[in-house]
C-alpha cells in the first residue's frame, strides 16, 4: 500500500504522512506548527504565541525583513533563522532571537 505524502510545512517538500521528523529540513512534526519556545499549538498568522506570550515575527538577519518565527529559513532570501545554543554539549538549534535556549537555557548565538 502506497504511503501518503505530505508537505512538510517548514521547507514544503513532499514527505512521508507519517513521518515524524522531516528527512529534508530536519524539523520535527513536520505538519503543525508549533511554538519555537513551548512548542505549543500555533496557527499560521498568529502575532504571539497563546501558551508562552513568545512573539512570532522575528527579523531575518540578513535582508531585515519580518518573518514568521515557526519558519527555519527566510522566504525572502532563504537565510538560515537558526541559532545554536551556545553550550557545545547541548548545540540545540532554534530560532536566532530566542534569548535562551529553550532545552539548556544557555545563550543561543547566530
Ligand atoms: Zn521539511
Ligand atoms: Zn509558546
Ligand atoms: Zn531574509
Ligand atoms: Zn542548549
Redesign the pocket.
Known sequence: MAVYKHFCIHCAKLIPGDANVCPYCGAEDPFNLRCPRCRGPIEEGYKACPSCGLELVARCPSCAKDVPAYLRACPHCAASMLGT?S?RR???KQLYTMAV?T????KVVI
Not at 532545552?103 to 544557555?106: G, M, P
Open positions: 545554543c553550550n547541548c548545540g540545540n535556549c532545552k539548556c537555557k544557555s
